[in-house]
């Protein structure tokens, strides 16, 4: 990734955390609580790999006697919210991370790992539905910065491809939220985010070119800890 996309997306990044600033600010005068949360969960097949490991399965058991295929991996999400709402509207602005923990296969004597991770920053808009007192039902949509990395390796015959980049997209979320404690309460959510990068040069032989896709579902459970206004 040069410099002038970093600077870019940097420039983006900033201009979004100052309008949720200034959204802050301006509705102040509303009757409104401002929470901060942590969430984990599952997500499957971070960054798209099926049609790798697919094409990877295929080709080895046409072409080796033993074959431990690769499965599609599922993936543990870690993640933090920041989030105020007041009326029936809420803003949030959260960060998430996954990275499978093992991703391998083996055909003969040939073997291959594969390596990934995602880093999201989804920022989010949405409309709530109040129960009762911090028991609500929630929706809501908005624009995600992906950092994706891939690399895939393999010995026997010696291969190694490696690809980063930063891929803007988009995300809705749906969930539910109960109290626990008069601050603290507990949240489930569903999040699916699209986006897909422009053709990334491999970073080790600098020829070969692959797209990424984030597209995905996310599964979260989160506890979150209200402060007052």
Same mark, same amino acid.
């Given at each position: 990734?040069?410099?002038?996309?970093?600077?870019?997306?940097?420039?983006? #990044?900033?201009? /979004?955390? +100052?309008?949720?600033?200034?959204?802050?600010? =301006?509705?102040?005068? /509303?009757?409104? %609580?401002?929470? @901060? !949360? +942590?969430?984990?969960?599952?997500?499957?097949?971070?960054?798209?790999?099926?049609?790798?490991?697919?094409?990877?399965? &295929?080709?080895?058991?046409?072409? /080796? $006697?033993?074959?431990?295929?690769?499965?599609?991996?599922?993936?543990?999400?870690?993640? @933090?919210?920041?989030?105020? =709402?007041?009326?029936?509207?809420?803003?949030?602005?959260?960060?998430?991370?996954?990275?499978?923990? $093992?991703?391998?296969?083996?055909?003969?004597?040939?073997?291959?790992? #594969?390596?990934?991770?995602?880093?999201?920053?989804? /920022?989010?808009? !949405?409309?709530?539905?109040?129960?009762?007192? *911090?028991?609500?039902?929630?929706?809501?949509?908005?624009? &995600?910065?992906?950092?994706?990395?891939? %690399?895939?390796?393999?010995?026997?015959?010696?291969?190694?491809?490696?690809?980063?980049?930063? @891929?803007?997209?988009?995300?809705?979320?749906? !969930?539910?939220?109960?109290?626990?404690?008069?601050?603290?309460?507990?949240?489930? %959510?569903?999040?699916?985010?699209?986006? *897909?990068?422009?053709? #990334?040069?491999?970073?080790? $032989?600098?020829?070969?070119?692959?797209?990424? $896709?984030?597209?995905?579902?996310?599964?979260?459970?989160?506890?979150?800890?209200?402060?007052?206004?």
């Amino acid at each position: 990734m040069n410099i002038m996309k970093t600077v870019h997306h940097t420039i983006i #990044i900033t201009i /979004a955390l +100052l309008l949720f600033i200034f959204i802050l600010n =301006q509705h102040a005068f /509303a009757i409104g %609580e401002f929470s @901060i !949360g +942590l969430n984990a969960g599952l997500t499957h097949d971070p960054n798209h790999l099926e049609p790798a490991i697919t094409q990877w399965n &295929t080709q080895a058991k046409t072409t /080796a $006697s033993d074959v431990d295929q690769i499965s599609t991996p599922y993936s543990f999400v870690w993640g @933090i919210n920041v989030r105020y =709402q007041f009326n029936y509207f809420l803003f949030r602005i959260g960060a998430h991370f996954t990275s499978p923990y $093992s991703v391998r296969g083996e055909a003969d004597s040939t073997r291959v790992k #594969i390596s990934t991770y995602q880093f999201g920053l989804p /920022a989010t808009v !949405g409309l709530i539905l109040p129960l009762k007192q *911090r028991a609500y039902f929630f929706l809501g949509a908005g624009l &995600t910065y992906n950092y994706a990395y891939l %690399e895939i390796k393999q010995t026997n015959p010696d291969f190694k491809v490696r690809y980063a980049d930063s @891929i803007p997209g988009f995300h809705y979320i749906m !969930g539910a939220e109960a109290p626990l404690t008069s601050k603290i309460t507990l949240s489930v %959510e569903w999040m699916h985010q699209e986006g *897909r990068s422009i053709p #990334i040069k491999d970073e080790v $032989s600098g020829t070969d070119k692959r797209t990424i $896709s984030v597209k995905g579902d996310f599964l979260l459970f989160g506890v979150n800890y209200y402060i007052g206004m």
